[in-house]
């Protein structure tokens, strides 16, 4: 067995809670391969809301999901901090992948009032024992605030509600991801 990196064990957690048929998001659509992982997952019958800000992404990830013949999920070209106009039903599991576009504009980055803003308005359709995965890049300009910000917030949800798990490889050089993940008790 060998220690996943942070990106790599959402995804295993992930495997372990969505179940076809459920509706899940995914925040920051970029180039989507965390779009296709959830689609995959929810199935047919299932639904998968996904949201960026760029063009660019939205398009990317259209063509992904086109290539897999998938047509369970809704990409909208706008902020996750307007998840609220869009979710109406029980969520069963969301993503973040915090931080920049790694093939575009490196000065288009997530922040932290937006990210918070949007766990937010997502915690109270959170499914018992779904969970919310926030992996967070934090190497770049401004990414240490929205670090910060996001731990912060997180570290205070009460934990009669919510268990918060920080995952991180804490002796690698480079900034390497950490992963927060929210789950509903
Ligand atoms: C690290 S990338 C995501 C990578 C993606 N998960 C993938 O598989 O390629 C971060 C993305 O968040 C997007 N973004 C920035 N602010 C956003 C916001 N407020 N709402 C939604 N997406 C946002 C950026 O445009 C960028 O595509």
Same mark, same amino acid.
């Given at each position: ?9 959402s995804?295993d957690l992930l495997?372990q ?74 969520? +069963? ?38 969970i ?22 997180? +570290? ?30």
């Amino acid at each position: 067995m060998k220690l996943s990196p942070a990106l790599q064990y959402s995804h295993d957690l992930l495997k372990q809670v969505v179940t076809p048929g459920d509706t899940v998001i995914d925040a920051t659509v970029g180039n989507g391969h965390d779009t296709l992982l959830l689609a995959q997952l929810v199935g047919k019958g299932g639904h998968v809301l996904g949201f960026d800000i760029q063009t660019s992404a939205i398009k990317a990830t259209t063509t992904r999901l086109e290539a897999e013949h998938l047509n369970n999920v809704s990409l909208h070209l706008t902020g996750h901090q307007n998840v609220d106009q869009y979710l109406n039903e029980p969520l +069963a599991a969301a993503i973040f992948n915090l931080g920049y576009l790694p093939s575009g504009d490196k000065s288009i980055i997530t922040t932290g009032n937006t990210t918070i803003e949007a766990v937010e308005k997502m915690l109270p359709n959170l499914k018992p024992n779904g969970i919310i995965c926030l992996v967070i890049y934090y190497g770049h300009p401004g990414g240490d605030n929205e670090r910060a910000a996001v731990e912060k917030f997180t +570290a205070t949800l009460p934990q009669q509600n919510f268990n918060v798990l920080e995952y991180q490889f804490i002796n690698q050089v480079n900034t390497p991801p950490k992963l927060i993940v929210i789950q509903k008790r």
